[in-house]
C-alpha cells in the first residue's frame, strides 16, 4: 500500500470512528451532561444530518478546488471539531460541534476516492478503492471499541481528544504524500445538481438511507440497551434466535447452492443450544 493512500485510509479509519464511537459512550456522556439517553441520541443525529444534508451541497461548491488543500482543509475542521467536542462545556454546543463534524464527512469521502483512483496504477483502481475504503471497516470493527475503551476508562472527552490526535497525525501524513493535483475539470453548479431530478438516483439514495436509519438507529441505543434496565429484553432476544447457529437454516438458504454436509459442523453447531 502507498504512503498516499494509507494516509488517506487512516483519514477515513478517523472520520469512521468519530461517526460511530458514540454509541459506545453514550451513557457515560448523557450521565456527564445531565441529559435523557434519547437526548444524547441526538448527537448522533446531529452528525448525520450535516454529512447528509450538506455533504453534497459542500461537495458541489468545492468541486473547482484543487485537492490537496481542500483535503486539508477538511481534515482541519475535522480535528477542531473534535477538540471542540472534548472541551464543550454544555449539551447545546457539543450538539453543534458533532453537526459541524459531520460537514465534511461526505465530501472528503469523495475528494479521497477521486485522488486515489487518479494516482492509482493503471488497472488498480478497483483494488485502490476497496484499500482505500478498508479504513472505515476498520473504523467500525476496531475504532470504534477501542474509542468505547478509552471513554470508559479515561472519560467520554478523551475519546474525541484521542480522535483529534489521530486525525493529526493523519494530516501529517496527507501533507507529505498527498501530490498537489490540479483542480478537475467540471461541468456548471446547476448541472452538477441535476442528477437528483434523476428517479434512479433519488431512490437509490433512498433505499439506502432508509436501510441506514435502521441499523444506526438500533448501533447507537445499543450501549444503553444491553448495560441498563434493558439488559434483560436484549439477553432474552440472542436466547430467542437459536436457530441462527443451526447449519439447517444455512441449509435452507444456501443448500442449493452449496453442497455442505451437516457432518462437516461441529456436535456444538449442529443443534440449538
Known amino acids: 500500500m502507498s504512503p498516499l493512500l494509507f494516509s488517506l485510509m487512516l483519514v477515513i479509519f478517523s472520520l469512521t470512528t468519530g461517526e460511530f464511537v458514540i454509541a459506545g459512550i453514550l451513557p457515560d456522556v448523557a450521565r456527564d451532561l445531565s441529559v435523557t439517553i434519547p437526548a444524547a441520541g441526538l448527537l448522533v443525529s446531529a452528525y448525520a444530518l450535516g454529512m447528509i444534508t450538506e455533504g453534497p ?32 462545556p454544555n449539551y447545546p454546543i457539543l450538539l453543534a460541534g ?15 476516492v477521486a485522488t486515489a483512483v487518479s494516482t492509482a496504477p493503471p488497472g488498480r483502481q478497483a483494488s485502490t478503492v476497496a484499500r482505500l475504503t478498508f479504513g472505515m471497516n476498520l473504523g467500525m470493527i476496531a475504532g470504534t471499541p477501542l474509542g468505547t475503551f478509552i471513554g470508559q476508562h479515561l472519560g467520554w472527552r478523551a475519546t474525541f481528544a484521542t480522535i483529534a490526535v489521530f486525525s493529526a497525525v493523519a494530516l501529517m501524513m496527507v501533507l507529505r504524500y498527498v501530490p498537489g493535483l490540479p483542480a478537475p475539470q467540471v461541468g456548471s453548479l446547476l448541472g452538477e445538481l441535476r442528477v437528483f431530478t434523476r428517479r434512479d438516483v433519488v431512490s437509490a439514495i433512498a433505499l439506502t438511507a432508509t436501510g441506514n436509519l435502521g441499523v444506526v438507529t438500533v448501533f447507537t441505543y445499543m450501549a444503553p440497551l444491553a448495560t441498563g434496565v434493558h439488559a434483560s429484553l436484549c439477553r432474552a432476544l440472542v436466547r430467542g434466535a437459536p436457530d441462527l447457529k443451526s447449519p439447517e ?25
Open 98 to 112: 458533532r453537526f459541524v463534524a459531520g460537514l465534511v464527512v461526505a465530501t472528503f469521502f469523495a475528494v479521497s
Open 57 to 88: 451541497v459542500i461537495t458541489t461548491l468545492t468541486a473547482r478546488l484543487p485537492r490537496r488543500p481542500l483535503i486539508t482543509g477538511l481534515i482541519a475542521t475535522s480535528i477542531a471539531q473534535n477538540t471542540a467536542s472534548a472541551l464543550a
Open 249 to 273: 437454516l444455512f441449509r435452507v438458504h444456501f443448500g442449493d447452492a452449496v453442497d455442505l454436509p451437516l457432518t462437516r459442523f461441529p456436535p456444538s453447531l449442529r443443534h440449538s443450544q
